[in-house]
T-cell receptor
Framework: NAGVTQTPKFQVLKTGQSMTLQCAQD?????MYWYRQDPGMGLRLIYY???????DKGEVPNGYNVSRLNKREFSLRLESAAPSQTSVYFC????????????FGSGTRLTVV | GENVEQHPSTLSVQEGDSAVIKCTYS??????FPWYKQELGKRPQLIID?????GEKKDQRIAVTLNKTAKHFSLHITETQPEDSAVYFC????????????????FGTGTRLQVTL
């Protein structure tokens, strides 16, 4: 049982390049989330998907887009990367955050130079 | 939206002592309060949670208390051990059961706990 799988684990981008972070869960969860983690700022919500076919903005959505491809997969796209997007990105899933909480992926460490 | 403040940002205790981390939240409608532990280079993992209809919950050396009137909740770790060293995050959300939408967790900024020998 893999839980939540994120790829890649590490990535270095040049300013202006684009990339997609992939996330897949095998727990049959309805809701999926993308957070970014920066030193001293905790985890901030970028986008979330309450269920297949729906997506909504979180606290810090600017510069990102998402796709809920199916119930298992939720991808995060940076169209034109900026140094301010250097961060660790976590995908998470839940069957309602209060029903056992979130299960997080292992994270993607992204550096934009 | 919800705002969660967490204190202290760093905490150093000697092995065997107790550690207390405090959080306050702004949205009185929030009713679910989990705590996550994140070891260096690892993903956050849920260690304990509490719902608004409960004032206290305990799991071995870990306990969480909730004061709804004051809108604050705390994590208590007793008899600390070196393996307790990590960053701890509190969070708050409104249960999806009440809203019918995804429960979005708002996290505090984290507390780095160091347990020294």
């Amino acid at each position: 049982n893999a839980g939540v799988t994120q790829t890649p684990k590490f990535q270095v981008l040049k300013t202006g390049q684009s990339m997609t972070l992939q996330c897949a869960q095998d727990m049959n969860h309805n809701s999926m989330y993308w957070y970014r983690q920066d030193p001293g700022m905790g985890l901030r919500l970028i986008y979330y998907s309450a269920s297949e076919g729906t997506t909504d903005k979180g606290e810090v959505p600017n510069g990102y887009n998402v796709s809920r491809l199916n119930k298992r997969e939720f991808s995060l796209r940076l169209e034109s990367a900026a140094p301010s997007q250097t961060s660790v990105y976590f995908c998470a899933s839940s069957e309602g955050a209060d029903l056992g909480g979130y299960t997080f992926g292992s994270g993607t460490r992204l550096t934009v130079v | 939206g919800e705002n969660v403040e967490q204190h202290p940002s760093t905490l150093s205790v000697q092995e065997g002592d107790s550690a207390v981390i405090k959080c306050t939240y702004s949205d009185s409608a929030s009713n679910y309060f989990p705590w996550y532990k994140q070891e260096l280079g690892k993903r956050p993992q849920l260690i304990i949670d509490i719902r608004s209809n409960v004032g206290e919950k305990k799991d071995q050396r870990i306990a969480v208390t909730l004061n709804k009137t004051a809108k604050h909740f705390s994590l208590h770790i007793t008899e600390t051990q070196p393996e307790d060293s990590a960053v701890y995050f509190c969070a708050a959300s409104l249960s999806a059961l009440n809203t019918g939408t995804a429960s979005k967790l708002t996290f505090g900024t984290g507390t780095r706990l160091q347990v020294t020998l």
